[in-house]
């Protein structure tokens, strides 16, 4: 019902930065979070930021305080703004968005995915 596209990503050196954006479409209303995964080689995917309906974010506590997550409800965006990028931040960064279908049950929506390459 949802369907995510995502822009941005590409090879920046360390300490540079890239803003990645996620526009949803589709059963938009169904939305109760949405957020930035991603999975580095060897490494399952794991929770780089999210940002609830109700405006709460939250984020992985190797990126706290280099990247902010933002959306725009007029746009149905979600942006990753990613500053003081490490190589350790190499990853494909897939955007997501959860929804409930039932009492206590979620389904998730996943973007294409974006690579995210830091190195000199």
């Known amino acids: 019902q949802v369907q995510l596209v995502e822009s941005g990503g590409g090879l920046v050196q360390p300490g540079g930065s890239l803003r990645l954006s996620c526009a949803a479409s589709?059963?938009?209303?169904?939305?109760?979070?949405m957020g930035w995964y991603r999975q580095a080689p060897g490494k399952r995917r794991e929770l780089v930021a999210s940002?609830?309906?109700?405006?709460?974010?939250n984020s992985a506590d190797s990126v706290k305080g280099r990247f902010t997550i933002s959306r725009d409800n007029a746009k149905n965006t979600v942006y990753l703004q990613m500053n003081s990028l490490k190589p350790e931040d190499t990853a494909v960064y897939y955007c997501?968005?959860?929804?409930?279908?039932?009492?206590?049950?979620?389904?998730?929506?996943w973007g294409q995915g974006l690579q995210v390459t830091v190195s000199s």
């Open positions: 940002v609830a309906n109700g405006g709460s974010t």
């Open positions: 997501n968005a959860r929804t409930l279908v039932a009492v206590t049950i979620t389904r998730d929506y």
């Open positions: 589709g059963s938009i209303w169904g939305i109760n979070a």
